[in-house]
């Protein structure tokens, strides 16, 4: 059973940078998939971005390439989010999340997820 717990979220004028931490507990292994998904109120959960906790290699979508960056720190289990540049429209719920699996595709959509933490509010002002 893995588990996620997220901190970080806030309130930040637009233009403001915000860090996410996703820490993981209990996985078995290092093949694991951990992806930032963002829920925004009335919208549909969309992932931002994603880690392969075995090699590193990372992914971000296009709406927030340049501005957010995903990064890890193996020695406190750890992924974070940071965020740049902030934009009201960047204003929701933010969750991560997790799947055992050797090779992360892309942003993985939410129904293949396996674990979820509880989320974090990102609240952008203009």
């Known amino acids: 059973q893995v588990q996620l717990v997220e901190s970080g979220g806030g309130s930040v004028q637009a233009g403001g940078s915000l860090r996410l931490s996703c820490a993981a507990y209990g996985y078995t292994n290092s093949a694991l998939c951990i992806v930032w998904f963002r829920q925004a109120p009335g919208k549909e959960r969309e992932g931002v971005a994603v880690?392969?906790?075995?090699?590193?290699?990372?992914y971000h979508a296009d709406s927030v390439k340049g501005r957010f960056t995903i990064s890890q720190d193996n020695a406190k289990n750890t992924v974070y989010l940071q965020m740049n540049s902030l934009k009201p429209e960047d204003t929701g719920m933010y969750y991560c999340a997790a799947r055992y699996s050797r090779s992360c595709v892309g942003v993985p959509r939410e129904n293949w997820m396996g674990y979820w933490g509880q989320g974090t509010q990102v609240t952008v002002s203009s």
């Open positions: 880690v392969n906790a075995g090699d590193g290699s990372t």
